[in-house]
Nanobody, 116 residues
Framework: QVQLVESGGGLVQAGGSLRLSCVAS??????????MDWYRQAPGKQREFVAR???????NYADSVKERFTVSRDNDENKAYLQMNSLNPEDTAVYYC????????WGQGTQVTVSS
C-alpha cells in the first residue's frame, strides 16, 4: 500500500498563489508507476477532478484551472506538486492527491481558502 500526505494549504487572498505538495510513502513504486491526480471538494459539492500527471510527466487539467494551475512530480523524491496561481474564491476547497492502482489511494486533504 501507499500512503499519501498533502500539505501546503492555507488562507490566501484572491489573486494569490499557493503550492501544494503530496508525499508518498510505503509502497512508493505504486506512486512512481502510476498517474497522480489532484482533486478538490468544496463545501456542499462533489469531489471534482483538478489535474493529472502521468508517470511519464504528461499532464491534463480541468477547464476551470487551465492556465492557472500546474501539476508536477519528482519521482526520485516520491512527491507531487500543484502550483496554483491567480486563485479566486471559487478555488476554495479541500484538495486531495490520488493514485489508482488496483484500488484508489487518497490523502487526507489540505484546506485551501481564498478570500475575496
Amino acid at each position: 500500500q501507499v500512503q499519501l500526505v498533502e500539505s501546503g494549504g492555507g488562507l490566501v487572498q484572491a489573486g494569490g498563489s499557493l503550492r501544494l505538495s503530496c508525499v508518498a510513502s510505503g509502497s512508493t513504486f505504486i506512486f512512481r508507476g502510476n498517474a497522480m491526480d489532484w482533486y478538490r471538494q468544496a463545501p456542499g459539492k462533489q469531489r471534482e477532478f483538478v489535474a493529472r500527471i502521468s508517470s511519464g510527466g504528461s499532464t491534463n487539467y480541468a477547464d476551470s484551472v487551465k492556465e492557472r494551475f500546474t501539476v508536477s512530480r519528482d519521482n526520485d523524491e516520491n512527491k507531487a506538486y500543484l502550483q496554483m496561481n491567480s486563485l479566486n474564491p471559487e478555488d476554495t476547497a479541500v484538495y486531495y492527491c490520488h493514485v489508482r492502482s488496483m484500488r484508489d489511494y487518497w490523502g487526507q486533504g489540505t484546506q485551501v481558502t481564498v478570500s475575496s
